[in-house]
């Protein structure tokens, strides 16, 4: 085999790549929505009340409760795994900035959380205490918001992933054309060929094509109509 066929070596590194590419989004958005399912099923605030009549009451408050958002974030990623396998090109770079936007959503609670702590009125107001019950004290465990935190960076790294990949994909579509495409254009260099030498790309394509590149074309066979006037003239 001369040195101008392309090999499956040679084409093994960006079919490697493109793999990588389209795995590394998935792996992302697959443990930004574990920790944020995992989160949700923790508790994230303890609420002490005391209604005046019985015991003092103690309420665990877990994130699908303190921050609503964050079981339908999850299931949105688990979702944009489905999409980064099925779309291309600038819709890939749409869900990317929808992962970006999930991302955001769901570290908010979490940094407010950590930051200021929980409020008594919301506290109250999610642990549906009666009436007349006071919210004597609260209690945040930052696990929960750190992990929620944690899968925050994991999507925001799959958005980034994802619009990388879209430009990835685009460029090995230009690079790499279908054979058809390749053979269709070396047909159109074949047909209005100026003399010039040929590339070794092109001399693939041409043989691709079913043509000869080695084989000069007859002045009759450049210009089949002077041929027909010629014997009609005769």
């Known amino acids: 085999m001369s040195e101008g066929t392309p090999t499956g070596d040679a084409a093994a590194p960006p079919a490697r790549r493109s793999a990588r590419a389209a795995a590394l989004p998935a792996l992302l958005l697959?443990?930004?929505a574990l920790c944020l399912?995992?989160?949700?099923?923790?508790t994230w605030v303890r609420v002490d009340s005391f209604d005046g009549l019985g015991d003092a009451r103690s309420t665990a408050l877990i994130g699908?409760?303190?921050a609503a958002a964050t079981t339908p974030l999850a299931l949105t990623l688990l979702a944009a795994i489905a999409a980064s396998f099925a779309v291309r090109g600038w819709a890939l770079r749409v869900v990317g900035v929808l992962v970006a936007a999930?991302?955001?959503?769901?570290?908010?609670?979490a940094v407010t959380l950590l930051i200021e702590g929980a409020d008594n009125d919301k506290a109250g107001r999610l642990a549906e205490l009666p009436a007349r019950a006071e919210v004597t004290g609260t209690a945040t465990h930052p696990a929960p918001a750190v992990l929620a935190l944690l899968g925050a960076v994991f999507a925001l790294a799959a958005a980034v992933a994802l619009v990388r990949k879209a430009s990835v994909s685009a460029g090995l579509s230009s690079k790499y054309a279908a054979p058809a495409a390749r053979r269709e254009e070396a047909s159109k260099r074949g047909s209005a060929s100026s003399g010039?030498?040929?590339s070794q790309r092109e001399l693939w394509d041409a043989l691709d094509a079913g043509e000869d590149?080695?084989?000069e074309q007859?002045?009759?066979?450049?210009?089949?109509g002077d041929?027909?006037?010629t014997d009609t003239r005769r």
């Open 30 to 32: 697959a443990a930004a």
């Open 37 to 42: 399912w995992a989160s949700s099923r923790m």
């Open 64 to 66: 699908g409760t303190w």
């Open 102 to 109: 999930v991302a955001v959503a769901a570290a908010i609670p």
């Open 196 to 198: 010039e030498p040929q």
């Open 213 to 215: 590149p080695t084989e």
């Open 218 to 224: 007859s002045p009759d066979q450049a210009n089949p």
């Open 227 to 229: 041929a027909g006037d």
